[in-house]
């Protein structure tokens, strides 16, 4: 990678670290669909105040289907899972379940895009894995069957977000980030509406000053602007490349939890990280001059 392109990693950690805080913070109090809801919705009508304004072109009629099929992917499905997750599961660990991206991502380019998976990049996939896990068993969070299956709820918005990426980068060649990630938030909004209305929580909305602009933040900063920035390096560098960002997202995700959460950074949850970003280097060749074709 590219040192810009290096920056842009980083910046969109920061983004997508800070979307579980912004979870947590508003599905707990207003339920997880009107959560996920709200983040598309004000995500899409940011996007769409934009190309309007700037008279930019999201062609809707001709790839409508492919909008549906990747608001599906990488916004509908992971981002009910991930706020299902929120309830139980606090910001610093649904920010590290989240590094599994790569590991599903690498599975899928394999069977999907045919790209061959070099020994640094797996042996990168797996020491990642492992920084997961260690970071994961020496969590504060107490186990029960409730968090049990909100770590599977995250554990499946993962392979969404992996076969998301991947379908990007073998559709949507050629188009601007800005159309891609328009066409993908008024997709999933259009898509969550009727989930929305059918799981609308029965109990009473616990609507604190700090429910909106938590919605308004993972809508318009970690979802809108996230996405420009995400397939920017899709198409750029690559898939398998890009959803390194996810190694990088649970130090971000840690940083806004302790701050704003006061949630607690173990020994264990630093010595965890300090392997995945070890990974990083040896995924996206850190280092390594750009091989000639």
Same mark, same amino acid.
């Given at each position: 990678?590219?040192?810009?392109?290096?920056?842009?990693?980083?910046?969109?950690?920061?983004?997508?670290?800070?979307?579980?805080?912004?979870?947590?913070?508003?599905?707990?109090?207003?339920?997880?669909?009107?959560?996920?809801?709200?983040?598309?919705?004000?995500?899409?009508?940011?996007?769409?105040?934009?190309?309007?304004?700037?008279?930019?072109?999201?062609?809707?009629?001709?790839?409508?289907?492919?909008?549906?099929?990747?608001?599906?992917?990488?916004?509908?499905?992971?981002?009910? @899972?991930?706020?299902?997750?929120?309830?139980?599961?606090? =910001?610093? *660990? %649904?920010? $590290?379940?989240?590094?599994? #991206?790569? /590991?599903?991502?690498?599975?899928?380019?394999?069977?999907?895009?045919?790209?061959?998976?070099?020994?640094?990049?797996?042996?990168?996939?797996?020491?990642?894995?492992?920084?997961?896990?260690?970071?994961?068993?020496?969590?504060?969070?107490?186990?029960?069957?409730?968090?049990?299956?909100?770590?599977?709820?995250?554990?499946?918005?993962?392979?969404?977000?992996?076969?998301?990426?991947?379908?990007?980068?073998?559709?949507?060649?050629?188009?601007?980030? @800005?159309?891609?990630?328009?066409?993908?938030?008024?997709? =999933?909004? *259009? %898509?969550? $509406?009727?989930?929305?209305? #059918?799981? /609308?929580?029965?109990?009473?909305?616990?609507?604190?000053?700090?429910?909106?602009?938590?919605?308004?933040?993972?809508?318009?900063?970690?979802?809108?602007?996230?996405?420009?920035?995400?397939?920017?390096?899709?198409?750029?560098?690559?898939?398998?490349?890009?959803?390194?960002?996810?190694?990088?997202?649970?130090?971000?995700?840690?940083?806004?939890?302790?701050?704003?959460?006061?949630?607690?950074?173990?020994?264990?949850?630093?010595?965890?990280?300090?392997?995945?970003?070890?990974?990083?280097?040896?995924?996206?060749?850190?280092?390594?001059?750009?091989?000639?074709?």
């Amino acid at each position: 990678m590219k040192l810009k392109e290096l920056a842009v990693l980083f910046t969109l950690a920061a983004l997508f670290g800070s979307s579980f805080l912004f979870v947590r913070i508003a599905s707990p109090a207003i339920g997880p669909f009107l959560t996920s809801q709200g983040r598309v919705t004000f995500g899409a009508l940011g996007l769409l105040a934009i190309v309007l304004l700037f008279r930019k072109s999201v062609d809707f009629r001709l790839r409508w289907k492919q909008y549906f099929i990747i608001g599906a992917l990488n916004s509908a499905i992971p981002f009910t @899972l991930v706020s299902l997750a929120a309830i139980h599961l606090n =910001a610093s *660990l %649904l920010a $590290i379940i989240n590094a599994m #991206v790569p /590991f599903f991502t690498a599975i899928a380019v394999w069977a999907w895009l045919k790209e061959k998976l070099v020994f640094a990049k797996g042996l990168g996939i797996v020491l990642g894995l492992i920084g997961v896990v260690i970071t994961v068993g020496w969590s504060p969070v107490e186990p029960s069957l409730e968090v049990f299956l909100a770590s599977l709820c995250s554990l499946l918005s993962t392979v969404s977000y992996a076969f998301g990426g991947v379908y990007a980068k073998k559709t949507f060649r050629n188009c601007s980030p @800005l159309a891609v990630t328009t066409g993908q938030l008024v997709g =999933a909004t *259009l %898509l969550l $509406i009727p989930i929305t209305l #059918v799981g /609308f929580p029965e109990q009473t909305l616990n609507i604190t000053p700090a429910v909106l602009p938590a919605v308004l933040g993972v809508a318009l900063f970690s979802t809108a602007l996230g996405y420009l920035l995400y397939y920017y390096l899709i198409e750029h560098v690559g898939p398998t490349k890009t959803v390194t960002v996810t190694f990088l997202i649970p130090p971000f995700g840690m940083i806004w939890g302790a701050i704003f959460l006061d949630e607690q950074i173990t020994p264990g949850m630093i010595a965890g990280l300090l392997i995945i970003l070890g990974s990083l280097a040896l995924i996206t060749g850190i280092g390594k001059k750009r091989s000639r074709e």
